[in-house]
T-cell receptor, first 112, second 114 residues
Framework: ELKVEQNPLFLSMQEGKNYTIYCNYS?????LYWYRQDPGKSLESLFV?????AVKQEGRLMASLDTKARLSTLHITAAVHDLSATYFC????????????FGKGITLSVRP | EAQVTQNPRYLITVTGKKLTVTCSQN?????MSWYRQDPGLGLRQIYY???????DKGDVPEGYKVSRKEKRNFPLILESPSPNQTSLYFC?????????????FGPGTRLTVT
């Protein structure tokens, strides 16, 4: 059974500082997704990582994937209030099945 | 505009009263899914469909039914809702081709069963 773990589950961040959050998964997969969710809203796709060593950046967020360690990191540079949200990683199983297995999510709160 | 729509967005109902939540996508995707989101549990897949008339159970299918008579629509049916089905529900539509199989989520339906 594929399991996806995120930690920490809650992170209080100070504006201007850098942080890293983690996503571990238990079995081989060929794609990993990061989503953002604002309170009461749907999921917004941030990144899709497809191969070992993949790195993608958008603004203050940078995601990377290490398939050998079954680990993805989301690095936040100089946190700002607008980044306050819940971030989910999800792992897709190998093959055409569209099923995603989600982690429980990490809630980020940026304080002044 | 490419989108996934769900209706209703909010629903309060009573135990045992059958309900249907509709989902529609305009991207001609073959794959569609239903998820439920509960605090502290993330999203869990209820059912998915790989094409018209092809559906299968996800991780938490008990108490739910689905149908896929047309490619664009994938309704979620609760024949006899119970309070433990109070949740936030998302429909998702997935790109058909590799490599990303990116999923597009609907706006969500907040269901309360009393």
């Amino acid at each position: 059974e594929l399991k996806v773990e995120q930690n920490p589950l809650f992170l209080s961040m100070q504006e201007g500082k850098n942080y890293t959050i983690y996503c571990n998964y238990s079995t081989t997969s060929d794609r990993l997704y990061w989503y953002r969710q604002d309170p009461g809203k749907s999921l917004e796709s941030l990144f899709v990582l497809l191969s070992n060593g993949a790195v993608k950046q958008e603004g203050r967020l940078m995601a990377s994937l290490d398939t050998k360690a079954r680990l993805s990191t989301l690095h936040i540079t100089a946190a700002v209030h607008d980044l306050s949200a819940t971030y989910f990683c999800a792992v897709g199983r190998t093959g055409a099945n569209s099923k995603l297995t989600f982690g429980k999510g990490i809630t980020l709160s940026v304080r002044p | 505009e490419a989108q996934v729509t769900q209706n209703p967005r909010y629903l309060i109902t009573v135990t045992g009263k059958k309900l249907t939540v509709t989902c529609s996508q305009n991207m001609n995707h073959e794959y569609m899914s239903w998820y439920r989101q509960d605090p502290g549990l993330g999203l869990r897949q209820i059912y998915y469909s790989m094409n018209v008339e092809v559906t299968d159970k996800g991780d938490v299918p008990e108490g739910y039914k689905v149908s896929r008579k047309e490619k664009r629509n994938f309704p979620l049916i609760l024949e006899s809702p119970s309070p433990n089905q109070t949740s936030l529900y998302f429909c998702a539509s997935t790109e058909s081709g590799p490599p990303t199989y990116e999923q597009y989520f609907g706006p969500g339906t907040r269901l309360t069963v009393t």
